[in-house]
Nanobody, 114 residues
Framework: VEFVESGGGLVQAGESLRLFCVVSGIIMEIQTLAWFRRGVGEERDMVAN???????YYIDSVKGRFTASRDNAKKTIYLQMNSLKPEDTDHYFC?????????WGRGTQVTVTP
């Protein structure tokens, strides 16, 4: 299993980013996938998830601003991040959900300046 995240960057508050995660070793057609961020300490907190058929869930702090999507044929999931806030600054990862695999990717850093 491998997750390769990209798309992060340094932006100002109010701007947008689109994160990408290319997945291998997982049957996309049956697996819910999620975006996580490092948060406080070493635990990774789920930000959004998307089921194999495209249903989504978001934590309250990103509802209405973030949109998760996926392309199973391309083995890729996406996180469109709009109206970014400084508190969104973090290192973002993707993984399986609800039971993340042990093999985390390197993630991608999102930094939002005021």
């Amino acid at each position: 299993v491998e997750f390769v995240e990209s798309g992060g960057g340094l932006v100002q508050a109010g701007e947008s980013l689109r994160l990408f995660c290319v997945v291998s070793g997982i049957i996309m057609e049956i697996q819910t996938l999620a975006w996580f961020r490092r948060g406080v300490g070493e635990e990774r907190d789920m930000v959004a998830n998307i089921t194999a058929d495209g249903r989504t869930y978001y934590i309250d702090s990103v509802k209405g601003r973030f949109t998760a999507s996926r392309d199973n044929a391309k083995k890729t999931i996406y996180l469109q991040m709009n109206s970014l806030k400084p508190e969104d600054t973090d290192h973002y990862f993707c993984n399986a959900c609800p039971w993340p695999r042990a093999e985390w990717g390197r993630g991608t850093q999102v930094t939002v300046t005021p």
